[in-house]
């Protein structure tokens, strides 16, 4: 199936074909991080904007290689920089980069929407690198990348997402993704940080961490923000840790063959133990390669090919574009 | 010499006797003359045919926000009483939360002025309750009252000091003053800028429970039987709490309140993505919300329908949703909406327009809301079956923040007079003026 989105705002509603040929394209452009010489000229002449209104080392770097390994320019520009802090509007800010005619513009930031709200102020294809407590849809599919190269498959999977999913856009897009390529979807977590709305979005919900991961084929982590304490979302650091840290006593719990992912940074010894984090199951290095190669697909069906297919239309041809990557590769 | 109009061949709605009779409204020196049967024209009345229209007293409005003085850039008193007169509005009560706060007597004068200038709708300042609406020292609601307020509320900044609450409805009854609440928890709020549900979960916003704004309710009417005071409900928002105040009202105790078009219209859905015109406070609900808010407003629990009129600039709604103001405007639309609720089978006309006149009126105590024989003639003409798109840049509020841009509608308000005077007119240009000598 062809990826028809103009932007990617979220993984909700959209379904499990769409994924799957995301994750079909983002595997075939992990080999090209494996080369000698790690570049490709896809993307030459094109320019991608990273606008982060949130610190982040590791989403930002990873698109921003991701841009240089298909040869397109990047700017970096961070919330120190922004304008933000000189008052202008995040419309203004749009509108000004906008008339620079980027190719791209990849967008983090600390409130739920802001994605949506640039997508209606701009006309070059916004990629959602986190928004408030709303969506991160790169960080899922790099995590259902992972998954499926463990696994196969990710229908039939029963994967616990333990932490504050409250607070969580990890934790939103997994649930999304998962649910639509038909894996169970445990949400763990103190009743505070778990609204009970999620079994409507098709989540189980679990209190113990011990019933949560019984016999999971998948353990996702999340990171535990130590500000969230300021609100009695739950008594103290200790006390968390002590109900839903992963220790290796716990793994136990779940299939011999269990996948441990954390989208980082991790808080170790609060939430997972450094034997598990450094142990045979984790794959949060893993995560850590794939999501430059999700990266690297986004930006490709999203600038290149987008392009490509507007060319083609222009010209009253058929649209014929070579699947995922092949045309990186060309 | 006398002046008279005569408004012929309407059907005259009378929402006192819940009544629709084809009559005509004599006026004379700008008050209601005689309400009669037609046929009568006399040499020197002038005549405005409302043939195929409802004739009902002029709208009142009795929760509105005019911004003057401190965000003109908003809304004057001037704009905001053409806003008013546009949707059918002859009186609005326009709450404190100016710049200065309209917490004193002078301020209080500045809004009664600014009214008298703008010559359209009736404008009727409501005081604060506290000093600076900040809910720690009663305002001056004594020398207020005498300057011309005609109710009281820290309206958008919920009072969450009990005792002031106590001693605000103690002193109000001094002067037969209504204490206007808007019944939000702010520590359960906590930031909250929607309806905590299943949407705020998936859209990752901060949600409001409908909690918090009923045991602010369950609080005051607690509070109401402790003092006797009158307690009036604004834009209530959950079924739980209509049927906290139908009970209270059952068991005797002054308890009023109001519910807005919106509410009445729309569930949280509207927030959909992130639209910024479906942000307000108290948020937009569920379906079983409107549902029960209808209800109430059938029943006569819900005494009033009012706008909560909230203008703002296009910049204070075009960013971020949390970051957005809270609130749309109202007056231009209200009628308009309201007039669903009669094609939905809600409520018929008569008891509608009862909520759209009488109920304020008498809340406030407002020469509102009658056309009987000596009241000021505050009338407005609607065409029932006049079909119109909503079209907010073309509002005579200085805002444009509504969420029903673009809604076809039916019924409209199609002339207002205040004190006789034809102060708004919008026919057709196939059926011109018919104001004829």
């Known amino acids: 199936m062809a990826f028809a989105q103009r932007h990617l705002l979220g993984l909700e509603g959209m379904p499990g074909e769409g994924i799957v040929a995301l994750l079909d394209s983002a595997a075939s452009f992990k080999e090209i991080s494996e080369r000698d010489i790690k570049k490709v000229p896809t993307l030459r002449g ?21 841009a240089k390994r298909l040869s397109a320019d990047t700017v970096n520009i961070t919330s120190s920089s922004a304008s933000t802090t000189k008052g202008e509007t995040l419309v203004d800010t749009a509108r000004n980069l906008e008339a620079m005619r980027p190719d791209a513009i990849v967008l983090r930031h600390p409130m739920s929407g802001a994605p949506q709200l640039l997508a209606r102020h701009v006309t070059c294809p916004i990629i959602n690198a986190g928004d408030g407590c709303h969506e991160h849809p790169t960080q899922a599919l790099l995590d259902l990348l992972t998954i499926r190269e463990r696994r196969g498959q990710i229908a039939g999977l029963t994967v616990a997402i333990v932490g504050d999913l409250l607070h969580s856009r990890v934790g939103r897009s997994n649930l999304h993704a998962l649910r639509a390529l038909g894996a169970t979807v445990r949400l763990v977590g103190p009743p505070t940080l778990v609204p ?30 130590r500000e969230r304490m300021g609100a009695n979302y739950f008594p103290s650091l200790d006390e968390y840790s002590h109900y839903y840290c992963l220790t290796e006593e716990v793994v136990r719990l779940a299939k011999p063959q269990v996948i441990i992912l954390h989208p980082g940074p991790m808080n170790r010894g609060l939430e997972i133990s450094s034997a598990v984090a450094d142990g045979p199951y984790s794959v949060i290095m893993n995560q850590v390669t794939n999501g430059v190669a999700v990266r690297m697909a986004l930006l490709y069906l999203l600038v290149a090919r987008n392009k490509a297919e507007q060319a083609d239309s222009e010209a009253g041809g058929d649209v014929a574009v070579a699947a995922s990557g092949k045309g990186a590769r060309a | 010499m006398t002046e008279r109009l005569r408004i012929a061949n309407g059907m005259v709605v009378d929402p006192e006797a819940r009544t629709m009779t084809r009559a005509d ?20 009345a002038r005549v405005y045919d409302a043939r195929s229209c409802w004739v009902v007293p002029g709208l009142v409005d009795m929760h509105v926000h005019l911004r003057e003085p401190g965000y003109e850039y908003k809304e004057t008193v001037a704009t905001g009483a053409a806003a008013a007169v546009a949707g059918g509005f002859t009186s609005i009560a326009c709450m404190a939360n100016t710049n200065p706060v309209n917490d004193n007597a002078a301020v209080t004068r500045f809004i009664v002025e600014q009214a008298a200038a703008a010559k359209h709708a009736r404008v009727y300042p409501i005081g604060a309750v506290s000093v600076g609406l900040k809910g720690e020292r009663l305002a001056e609601i004594g020398e207020m009252r005498r300057a011309g307020i005609v109710a009281v509320s820290d309206d958008g900044m919920p009072l969450m000091d009990a005792a002031l609450m106590r001693h605000a409805l103690e002193y109000a009854t001094m002067f037969d003053l209504l204490l206007i609440a808007h019944e939000e928890d702010a520590c359960l709020r906590a930031g909250g800028v929607m309806n905590e549900g299943l949407t705020s979960v998936r859209l990752g916003l901060k949600g409001s429970p409908a909690a918090a704004e009923e045991l602010m309710i369950a609080r005051d009417i607690a509070l109401v039987e402790l003092t006797g005071g009158r307690l009036h409900v604004a834009h209530v928002s959950t079924a739980r709490a209509v049927a906290m105040i139908r009970e209270a009202r059952a068991r005797g105790l002054a308890v009023s309140a109001e519910a807005t078009p919106h509410h009445l219209m729309l569930t949280e859905d509207a927030v959909a993505d992130y639209d910024t015109n479906a942000k307000m406070a108290p948020p937009l609900r569920t379906q079983a919300d409107v549902d029960a808010l209808r209800a109430g407003l059938a029943d006569g629990t819900i005494d009033a329908i009012a706008t909560d009129h909230a203008p703002h600039h296009a910049d204070e709604k075009e960013c971020e949703f949390e970051r957005a103001a809270n609130g749309i405007v109202g007056l231009e639309t209200a009628l308009g909406l309201a007039l669903r609720l009669v094609a939905d089978g809600v409520l018929d006309v008569p008891t509608l327009i009862a909520r759209l006149t009488t109920g304020p009126a008498r809340l406030l105590g407002l020469p509102a809301g009658t056309l009987a024989v000596g009241a000021p003639a505050d009338v407005a003409v609607i065409d029932p079956e006049r079909r119109w798109r909503v079209a907010a840049r073309s509002f005579k509020s200085k805002s444009r923040n509504t969420p029903f841009d673009g809604w076809e509608l039916t019924g409209k308000a199609v002339a207002t007079f205040v004190g006789g005077t034809l102060v708004y007119e919008d026919r057709p240009a196939a059926a011109p003026l018919r104001v004829a000598s």
């Open chain 2, 25 to 44: 409204v004599l006026i004379e020196d700008g008050a209601v003359a005689a309400v009669e049967a037609g046929e009568l024209l006399e040499a020197e």
């Open chain 1, 196 to 225: 009970r709305e999620f079994r409507a979005l098709g989540a189980e919900i679990h209190t113990r961490l011990a019933d949560g991961v019984r016999d999971a084929d998948v353990i996702m982590m999340l990171r535990i923000q």
């Open chain 1, 46 to 66: 094109k320019t991608v904007i990273n606008l982060f209104y949130e610190s982040s080392t590791r989403t930002r770097t990873s698109f921003e290689i991701a």
